[in-house]
Nanobody, 123 residues
Framework: QVQLVESGGGLVQAGGSLRLSCAASGRTFSSYTMGWFRQAPGKEREFVAA????????YYADSVKGRFTISRDNAKNTVFLQMNSLKPEDTAVYYC????????????????WGQGTQVTVSS
């Protein structure tokens, strides 16, 4: 079993920045593709970003490309999401997930999820 715990969410003004962290348990963390998803009230869980086990390959949703950066530190079993130029439409609960699948942009292929952290962006 893999345990994932997100942190770093909060309230921020539009145009501001937040850095989310996801701490993972298990010595096989580096074998997983890690992803960030978000879910706003009344909406389905939405892909945000993903990073390969090596950290070399990254994927971003068009809505966040150029504003968000995903990274990982395998030595610390942690994945990060740096969020800049935040907009009110970024408001959601943000979840990190882990998968051994090649595909990284569909929530269906993720095997483990964290509890989520709330991000609220004011106008």
């Amino acid at each position: 079993q893999v345990q994932l715990v997100e942190s770093g969410g909060g309230l921020v003004q539009a145009g501001g920045s937040l850095r989310l962290s996801c701490a993972a348990s298990g010595r096989t963390f580096s074998s997983y593709t890690m992803g960030w998803f978000r879910q706003a009230p009344g909406k389905e869980r939405e892909f945000v970003a993903a990073i390969s086990w090596s950290g070399v390959i990254t994927y971003y949703a068009d809505s966040v490309k150029g504003r968000f950066t995903i990274s990982r530190d395998n030595a610390k079993n942690t994945v990060f999401l740096q969020m800049n130029s935040l907009k009110p439409e970024d408001t959601a609960v943000y979840y990190c997930g882990a998968t051994l699948q090649i595909s990284a942009v569909s929530s269906r292929v993720y095997d483990y999820w964290g509890q989520g952290t709330q991000v609220t962006v004011s106008s």
